[in-house]
């Protein structure tokens, strides 16, 4: 029996429609953030009585995003290749404490310390896994652990800070009223790791590694330096998101990035990046930056806990990774 004109051409535009969502799946994530706005504003007006998109709540949103995006650019450029890191958190933190320790000498001295811890780390992390071929996992897991080991001994004992006044400007100040600095840095930046997976054979050389390391290595490319420099890029971007946030706080502390590591991988993953490897853009983690902001600005609205909120990070994380497993198997 053939199927009628009409179910025919209702099942056709429905086939193109996914076509052009799976090919442009920006699409979604955006739709996904303005409903998450619509939800928050009915949310805010029930309880609070007033609006919530508003210049100025949009421009608090942006300056809230900014250090997540930064330590998710890093875990973007990771992902890319096929890993991830999970010693970003207390790289952050390390670079914070960094910079009040040493900006008692001058400006310039405590963002370089804190830039420099940053590359430290990236690079004990490359070496371990591009050189020895550590599982990621398991190496930026036990960096993680040194790091807060060692600041653990540090962080109690008694020393002069300070937060150089450029670093208080970044973290918190706007500009023209809605304008927040640390977005200015994050557009800066954003660009810069854009442009760079799109147009420049390093970028190309991540994608190639995160798709397949055995073939990139017989067509002549050395794996192990492209780890390495992954490695410590995402170093660095977590350090310039420590210094975004004592920026903003003003007093290093040993929790001052933990709260940053599920939904720095949670970005990357809603923002299309395959946590597999080969796939995706830091374009999309953007997206997922802006959804994990608005998302905790609604949990603050329903008064959920901190430990909910790493509950629904987690939970995001493994679904989408299930169904990006699924949708790239060979089976």
Not at 26 to 40: M, P, R, S
Not at 95 to 114: K, V
Request: hydrophobic share 50%.
């Amino acid at each position: 029996m053939t199927a009628a004109p009409e179910t025919v051409e209702r099942e056709s535009r429905l086939r193109a429609l996914q076509r052009f969502l799976t090919d442009n799946p920006v699409v979604i994530l955006v739709l996904v953030l303005v409903a998450l706005f619509v939800v928050t504003e009915v949310v805010n007006r029930h309880q609070v009585g007033e609006p919530f998109v508003t210049w100025n709540q949009i421009s608090t949103t942006l300056l809230v995003a900014a250090p997540l995006g930064m330590i998710a650019g890093g875990q973007t450029l990771v992902m890319l290749t096929g890993g991830v890191d999970l010693s970003v958190a207390y790289t952050a933190t390390a670079a914070a404490f960094a910079i009040s320790w040493q900006g008692t000498n001058g400006t310039l001295e405590g963002i370089l310390a804190g830039l420099l811890v940053g590359v430290v780390i990236g690079l004990a992390n490359g070496v371990g896994v591009g050189v020895f071929r550590v599982n990621p996992l398991v190496m930026t897991l036990g960096t993680s652990s040194v790091i807060f080991g060692l600041l653990s001994i540090y962080a109690g004992q008694a020393f002069e800070k300070r937060i150089p006044d450029v670093v208080t400007t970044l973290g918190r100040e706007r500009f023209h009223t809605y304008l927040p600095a640390n977005t200015l840095l994050w557009a800066a930046v954003a660009a810069v790791l854009v442009l760079g997976l799109s147009y420049t054979g390093y970028g190309r050389m991540l994608f190639a590694v995160g798709d397949n390391p055995l073939a990139s290595r017989l067509a002549g490319v050395r794996v192990w330096q492209v780890l390495v420099a992954v490695y410590v890029l995402c170093g660095v971007l977590a350090a310039l998101g420590g210094l975004l946030l004592v920026g903003f706080t003003n007093n290093p502390d040993l929790s001052l990035a933990t709260s940053y590591l599920l939904p720095s991988v949670a970005a990357v993953v809603i923002g299309g990046t395959s946590i597999l490897g080969g796939w995706g853009g830091y374009g999309g983690t953007i997206l997922g930056v802006l959804i994990l902001t608005v998302l905790g600005s609604l949990l603050t609205l329903l008064d959920a806990e901190e430990w909910e909120r790493q509950v629904i990070y987690g939970s995001i994380i493994i679904v989408l990774t299930a169904i990006y497993a699924r949708a790239t198997r060979s089976d």
